[in-house]
């Protein structure tokens, strides 16, 4: 028996789509090197014990994966890791990305600034650097 | 081959149409939110498309025969009454169901009531809480190991533990054996999280029929300047302005001119802004 390597967290009033939610959780787990290649993804059966969402869903986001060339749908077997996202960028608490951006967020803070404020600078910042086009 | 098909089905009672004209296609395996108001024609022609109750005008199919006063084999419906056997036990309700259906899986109706958390079958059937009664009717209509499950407000009473073991019985089903669900309700966000298709139905006609991902892709909602909405290019289903800012729902929108901000709509908008629009063609009308 295989052991669950990522758990989805469906959250019904982010007004993000249960597909998309899925689908940024596992390129989320691979990025932070939570996912390895060969990792397999739960079966939609798994999925839907744990949240009870549509099956459907599940697979549409594992199709949408495959697509991107992220995982592999073996038959009869289950849906694999075949890609590493994580980098030395992203990895780990010491990453100097993330520390960089650990102080910035630390300095918010001490600044008064409210999870909201934060978001908004972040998302403002995001989008200039990286057009809403050019992403999708 | 579709599941359900209806094609112009009416229903009139005495002068007035509870579905009037509905033509709609349910692909194979969808799990299908069949949503619209009150009154609005959902148990209707769930009703007729189990057999339960004759179109006036028009005619449903499923699995491609004509659904002719009977429920077809494939085809398990799950009443909003939940009309089941009040005076037996789970135990010979189970006995009795199973009789009553040349196919019958008393296996599969096992396994659904063990995923629940302690289903008494000496219990009679009347005496079991709102939750466990529809679980039970749900086992039931699974018994028949349809191929198209119809369930009338499967979540209508529940409390959120049931709500949730309920879905996850369907939901399980779907994972299973592919079953192709259509449940109804009268709230969109008892659905919207375990519905793939959506049927909005409205003064008994079909307002948006289609895969929820792609619906909601083709529409729009702009805000801008109510001054300028003639630079707006698109279909136009429902509008709310104010003295300076209006909010435009748009099928097929193309990209928002200057001074408008676009986003795709989450599905409740989406919702509201056709039900809005069917009621002032009514209203209109």
């Known amino acids: ?136 | 081959m579709n599941p359900l098909t209806a094609t112009a089905v009416g229903k009139r009672y005495r002068t007035r149409w509870a579905v009037r004209d509905c033509s709609f296609a349910i692909p194979e395996g969808k799990v299908v939110a069949l949503v619209g108001p009150n009154g609005a024609g959902k148990s209707t022609l769930l009703r007729m498309a189990a057999g339960l109750v004759r179109p006036t005008t028009g005619e449903l199919r499923t699995f491609d025969t004509p659904v002719n006063g009977r429920i077809h084999p494939d085809v398990s419906f799950l009443a909003q009454n939940r009309s089941l056997y009040r005076d037996l036990t789970v135990r010979e309700l189970t006995r009795a169901v199973a009789a009553m259906n040349d196919r019958w899986s008393a296996d599969r109706v096992r396994e659904v009531l063990g995923l629940l958390a302690g289903v008494d079958y000496d219990a009679k059937v009347g005496t079991l809480s709102a939750g466990a009664l529809t679980q039970v009717a749900i086992a039931m209509a699974l018994g028949r190991l349809p191929r198209l499950l119809l369930l009338d407000e499967p979540l209508s009473d529940l409390d959120p533990l049931a709500r949730d073991e309920t879905l996850r019985i369907i939901m399980t089903e779907v994972a299973d054996r592919g079953t192709t669900v259509v449940m109804s309700s009268h709230l969109l966000s008892d659905l919207r999280e375990v519905c793939d298709h959506i049927l909005l139905i409205d003064g008994g006609r079909v307002q948006v029929d289609g895969d929820i991902e792609e619906v909601l892709a083709r529409h729009r909602i702009l805000v801008g300047p109510v001054a300028e909405e003639s630079t707006v290019e698109g279909t136009l289903v429902s509008a709310t302005r104010t003295e300076r800012q209006a909010t435009l729902l748009l099928r097929e929108a193309r990209p928002a001119p200057e001074g408008w901000a676009g986003t795709e709509p989450d599905l409740e908008s989406l919702v509201m802004g056709y039900l809005r629009a069917s009621r002032e063609r009514r209203s209109s009308a």
């Open chain 1, 1 to 136: 028996m295989l052991t669950d390597v990522i758990e989805f967290r469906i959250d019904r009033r982010s007004g993000v789509s249960t597909y998309m939610q899925i689908v940024q959780q596992v390129k989320q787990a691979m990025r932070l090197g939570l996912l390895h290649p060969g990792d397999r993804l739960p079966s939609a059966r798994e999925v839907v014990e744990a949240t009870a969402v549509n099956p459907n869903t599940v697979l549409k986001a594992y199709r949408e994966l495959e697509r991107e060339g992220l995982v592999e749908a073996r038959r009869g077997l289950g849906t694999f890791v075949t890609k590493s996202l994580s980098s030395e960028a992203t990895i780990g608490d010491d990453a100097p990305l993330r520390q960089e951006l650990t102080g910035w967020m630390g300095r918010a803070q001490q600044g008064g600034l409210l999870v909201e404020d934060v978001d908004a600078l972040y998302s403002a910042v995001r989008d200039e650097h990286y057009p809403a086009e050019e992403r999708a």
